[in-house]
């Protein structure tokens, strides 16, 4: 993992701390469980909406408005791609980064870039079978409404149904990839 240092003849030392290492030998880790066991992709999803909502409440601490035209502009990407679902995805994926970005934490953006390419990277066709564009659409626009308001809990709460309502969508395209 890159945190001790070997000197043949001289000792073991301790290397200063750098998080990467450990993080890539994480993502390496559970990057090879998910290729074999779905409930690990379960799991990690999991991971992912307590990360989400968390964010979302440290996030709206931070709001400025060049953050809030940020979002809207994601926004407004993916209603011009409702119909292109790279494109509509990767506008979804940079909204969700930039309220990461938003808690100015570099451990958390971290954690969520990882756990955003391991999911993404790991059942990449999987996730897309049983999506709603349309729904997701809605849904990010609700987690921006509230934000715009600074109202932590309405987004906090928009966050929790947008994660559980890709969550659905997420088991219903694991099951018909297992059938």
């Not at 998080?19 to 994480?26: A, G």
């Not at 390496?28 to 307590?50: A, G, H, N």
């Not at 570099?106 to 999911?119: Q, Y």
Request: proline share 2%; glycine share 4%; with cysteine.
């Amino acid at each position: 993992m890159g945190l001790i240092e070997i000197k043949v003849g001289d000792g073991i030392y301790v290397k200063g701390v750098n998080f990467l290492p450990y993080i890539e030998s994480v993502n390496l880790s559970i990057s090879s469980r998910l290729q074999m066991e779905r409930d690990s992709f379960i799991k990690l999803w999991e991971v992912r909406k307590i990360l989400e909502v968390g964010m979302i409440d440290l996030s709206t601490l931070q709001i400025t408005e060049p953050f809030l035209k940020s979002l809207r502009r994601c926004i407004e990407e993916m209603e011009k791609n409702i119909g292109h679902q790279d494109a509509f995805i990767s506008s979804g994926i940079r909204f969700h980064r930039l309220i990461a970005e938003a808690g100015q934490n570099e451990i958390l953006i971290l954690i969520w870039d990882t756990l955003a390419n391991l999911i993404r990277r790991s059942h990449d066709k999987i996730y897309r079978i049983a999506r709603s564009p349309k729904r997701s659409l809605l849904a990010h626009k609700r987690i921006y409404s509230a934000l715009k308001k600074r109202n932590i809990q309405k987004a906090v709460e928009a966050m929790k149904q947008h994660m559980s309502e890709e969550e659905k969508a997420l088991v219903a395209a694991l099951e018909k990839c297992k059938a």
